[in-house]
């Protein structure tokens, strides 16, 4: 099946600083890409849809001056968490839609935050 | 609004038993329905996927699922469960155009017994 790559599968940052996460479609072009948010024994949280070459819509709730993301090329959407502070420690997934699979949507391993 | 359900939160099954993990959905139209499996600490795997067509999916490790419209259902089913099935599994739905995120069930932690 399709891959989606996600990095880094985790970090450990300070407080106060910025951590990107890219997430990458290996073998489709990926129009559309998602990001997620999970916190410990629950479900995955949609945070924002990221479309190729346009601004990302962020569901209510989520600081989109927080949590950036760009979307610049058909293969490749970051999320830069801005000013971390510990309580954006989480597991953050994000998934790519496959159109030419039927909008088949696959998701990326995940990337552990933890701010200290 | 749309929704999905997972009316288990914990299903406990002894090795070598059958499984069946519920899943009903919520949506103005048929939705795709997908359903993954997530091990501790990682992302997220596909098991299978419904669009349309032949309503009993065949997926990936042994695993198929069934959808029915008329119970709004789309019950994830394997014949004999192994140790390494433990795992959380999520049922999910997309609207058919595709342009929105999945709508997660809450997941349904899958224990397997000796």
């Known amino acids: 099946g399709a891959v989606v790559s996600q990095h880094p599968s985790w970090v450990i940052c300070k407080s106060g600083t910025s951590v990107k996460i890219e997430c990458r479609s290996l073998?489709?072009?990926?129009?559309?890409m998602f990001w997620y948010r999970q916190f410990p024994k629950q479900s995955l949280m949609l945070m924002a849809t990221s479309n190729e070459g346009s601004k990302a819509t962020y569901e209510q709730g989520v600081e989109k001056d927080k949590f950036l993301i760009n979307h610049a090329s058909l293969t490749l959407s970051t999320l830069t968490v801005t000013s971390a502070h510990p309580e954006d420690s989480s597991f953050y997934i994000c998934s790519a839609r496959d159109a030419g699979a039927g909008n088949t949507i696959y998701f990326g391993e995940g990337s552990w935050l933890t701010v200290v | 609004a749309q929704s999905v359900t997972q009316p288990d939160i914990h299903i406990t099954v002894s090795e070598g038993a059958s499984l069946e993990l519920r899943c009903n959905y919520s949506y103005g139209a048929t939705p795709y329905l997908f359903w993954y499996v997530q091990s501790p600490g990682q992302g997220l795997q596909l098991l299978l996927k419904?669009?349309?067509?032949?309503?009993l999916v065949q997926g990936i490790k042994g695993f198929e699922a069934e959808f029915k419209r008329s119970q709004s259902s789309f019950n994830l089913r394997k014949p004999s469960v192994h140790w390494s099935d433990a795992a959380e599994y999520f049922c999910?739905?997309?609207?058919?155009?595709?342009?929105?995120?999945?709508?997660f069930g809450k997941g349904t932690h899958l224990i397997i017994q000796p």
């Open positions: 999910a739905g997309l609207s058919g155009g595709g342009a929105d995120g999945l709508t």
């Open positions: 419904y669009f349309s067509g032949d309503t």
């Open positions: 073998d489709f072009q990926a129009t559309t």
